[in-house]
Nanobody
Framework: QVQLVESGGGLVQPGGSLRLSCTAS????????MAWYRQAPGKQRELVAG???????NYADSVKGRFTISTNNAKNTVYLQMNTLKPEDTAVYYC??????????WGQGTQVTVSS
C-alpha cells in the first residue's frame, strides 16, 4: 500500500500564492511520475502539472507561467508552487503518483479557494 499525504491548501486572494505538498510513503518501489490534478464543482478532474522521475514536466495551458511543479526525490515529495492565483483556480487539488509497476495512487485532496 502507498499513502499520499497532501498539505498546503487554503483560502487566498486573487493574485496571491500557495504551495501544495504531497509526500508518498509505504510500499514505494519505483515512482515513475508524480502529478497534480484538480476538480472544480461540476467539472471533470483535469491535469494541472506532472513531472517524471527524470524531471520532465508538463503543464495545463491555463497554468503555464504561473504554476511550477517540482520534487524532492529523496523524500518522495512533490510540490506545486502556485502564483498569481485566479478565482478560476478554485478547486480540490489531488496528488497522483504512478509507479513503474504501473500502479497509480491518489491523495485525499486539498481545497484551494481563490476569492476576495
Amino acid at each position: 500500500q502507498v499513502q499520499l499525504v497532501e498539505s498546503g491548501g487554503g483560502l487566498v486572494q486573487p493574485g496571491g500564492s500557495l504551495r501544495l505538498s504531497c509526500t508518498a510513503s509505504g510500499s514505494i518501489f519505483s515512482i515513475y511520475r508524480m502529478a497534480w490534478y484538480r476538480q472544480a464543482p461540476g467539472k471533470q478532474r483535469e491535469l494541472v502539472a506532472g513531472i517524471t522521475r527524470g524531471g520532465t514536466t508538463n503543464y495545463a495551458d491555463s497554468v503555464k507561467g504561473r504554476f511550477t511543479i517540482s520534487t524532492n526525490n529523496a523524500k518522495n515529495t512533490v510540490y506545486l508552487q502556485m502564483n498569481t492565483l485566479k478565482p478560476e483556480d478554485t478547486a480540490v487539488y489531488y496528488c497522483n503518483v504512478v509507479m513503474t509497476s504501473p500502479q497509480a495512487y491518489w491523495g485525499q485532496g486539498t481545497q484551494v479557494t481563490v476569492s476576495s
